[in-house]
């Protein structure tokens, strides 16, 4: 099936800046070449105000400071990543990003069929000297998170009750991503509830978890019959379901990526552990146009506001201060380094 095309970019022509297109290696030499970043969404595609609307910001963001031109492709299929790659490539975008770790097979092989062309992924490791990696410490911001649960659920509020102290946690597609997600909420819950029951579950297998609230919406129900009063979900588009579950049987959720409380507004969402998708992707294409790109890992967390956790907006008088003290306490044992933060579920729990 033909892949979508959309293209973004100003009213203005793009302008010749200095740029490191020509070397591919990140030597931070400039030569005169149009920056024209391409962006390759995953298949939820735009509009599902988190991950790649995020990633279409940070390229707006750009071309409003840079006074460049962009584009964005939305692929309905992983089959067309490659095509959707290679046409950016071709066309000279540069640099070129695949928005999501399902890009690593894609990304590898159009950077070496392409080694003058500088290529960005999100969420996944490509060794390559025209690769740059965009990863974030997402265990960081879902710890926080999971102290937020874990305390709140033990407060009498018309959405919780300390009766029994259940909280859940929603992930999108079963990978090692998403369990970094998972991790950190449980390991924050625990740290502050230790009788606490982290219910947790997946959404599927496939990239396909990302775009299903139905089946989010069933576990939400299933979670909230078993006592559960806070969920937190890291599934895309998914999370959609547990918003419109929360809301009918009034219990809070905790959002992703963005500040889910001011895009389902009438949904109880607590607070969002922010995922800066715009901000790695706005630098990365500034870094081309100074001439500063370089290939290998940039780690975004907590310490560099590559991760945050949303305000309590509408709740903020629901959540006692004790609870904020205790969110702030946790951040500043991890980012001055005092606290780790798992990444997989067995080195919290032995699942």
């Not at 001011?262 to 081309?288: C, F, G, M």
Request: with cysteine; aromatic share 6%; net charge neutral.
């Amino acid at each position: 099936m033909k892949a979508l095309r959309i293209t973004v970019m100003l009213a203005v022509p793009a302008v010749l800046i200095a740029g490191c297109g020509g070397s591919g290696t990140g030597s931070g030499k400039a030569s005169t070449a149009s920056v024209q970043p391409g962006v390759v969404t995953d298949i939820g595609g735009l509009g599902d105000h988190g991950f790649n609307d995020l990633a279409a910001g940070g390229l707006k963001d750009a071309e409003k400071s840079l006074g460049v031109k962009g584009r964005i492709l939305v692929p309905q299929t992983p089959a067309d990543y490659a095509n959707d790659l290679n046409q950016l490539a071709q066309n000279g975008a540069q640099p070129v990003f695949g928005i999501g770790f399902t890009f690593m097979d894609s990304i590898a092989a159009a950077a070496k069929q392409f080694p003058k062309t500088h290529f960005a992924i999100v969420d996944a490791p490509v060794d390559a000297p025209n690769v740059t990696s965009l990863l974030f410490r997402e265990e960081e911001g879902s710890y926080l998170a999971g102290v937020v649960a874990g305390l709140m659920t033990q407060e009498k509020t018309d959405f919780t009750s300390p009766a029994d102290k259940v909280v859940g946690f929603i992930g999108g597609q079963q990978s090692p991503l998403i369990e970094k997600f998972g991790a950190g909420y449980e390991q924050g819950v625990k740290s502050v509830c230790a009788g606490c029951q982290v219910i947790y579950q997946y959404v599927g297998t496939t990239t396909q978890a990302f775009s299903d609230p139905g089946t989010a919406a069933e576990i939400a129900r299933n979670m909230r019959a078993k006592g559960a009063d806070v969920i937190y979900h890291a599934a895309g588009a998914s999370g959609d379901g547990l918003f419109k579950v929360a809301q009918d049987q009034k219990f809070f959720a905790i959002g992703v990526n963005v500040d889910q409380a001011q895009t389902n507004p009438n949904a109880p969402v607590l607070t969002s552990v922010l995922k800066r998708v715009d901000t790695a992707v706005a630098t990365t294409i500034e870094a081309q146009a100074k001439g500063t790109w370089k290939a290998g890992v940039q780690s975004f967390g907590l310490s560099n506001q590559g991760i945050a956790l949303a305000p309590y907006g509408r709740f903020d008088s629901l959540v006692p201060e004790s609870v904020k003290k205790a969110v702030d306490d946790a951040q500043k044992k991890i980012v001055d380094g005092s606290l780790k933060v798992a990444t997989k579920l067995s080195e919290v729990s032995g699942k």
